[in-house]
């Protein structure tokens, strides 16, 4: 399952007048707001956000992501919180053909993803047929 959300939206839901990434610079004082909480129990008007993480790894800087952040015990995102968020199922007999074509016409494979050496050798092996 490939899921897709924009995290836009999401904050834009979370704080109206702040539709955009929230940034641990730029919005520090909603950010920390989360990084305070115990786990131990729920926060009222903490709805999940979306921030960009610091690009600060090979890995996060080749993903370009977006972390979410929670202000419950729940980890979970649903259409309820965000209309945006929307699941796609990846049948199994489909994988390989849909890697193929990302690799073929967006250059996205596991090396470019995953840019540690295990992943970098997996992926030359695979492309020579050497597994």
Request: glycine residues 6%; aromatic residues 10%.
């Amino acid at each position: 399952m490939v899921f897709i959300l924009n995290p836009i939206n999401l904050n834009r839901i979370a704080y109206p007048n702040k539709a955009r990434i929230f940034d641990g610079n730029r919005d520090a004082d909603i950010i920390n707001k989360y990084l305070q909480l115990d786990g131990k129990r729920d926060y009222e008007g903490l709805a999940t956000i979306a921030v960009n993480p610091n690009y600060d790894t090979p890995r996060i800087i080749a993903q370009k992501g977006v972390f979410t952040l929670h202000g419950n015990r729940c980890f979970t995102l649903s259409r309820n919180q965000d209309p945006s968020l929307i699941g796609v199922a990846i049948l199994g007999k489909y994988k390989l053909s849909i890697l193929r074509e990302l690799e073929q016409h967006e250059s996205i494979h596991e090396m470019e993803v995953f840019p540690e050496p295990e992943y970098v050798c997996k992926y030359l092996r695979r492309r020579e047929n050497l597994l």
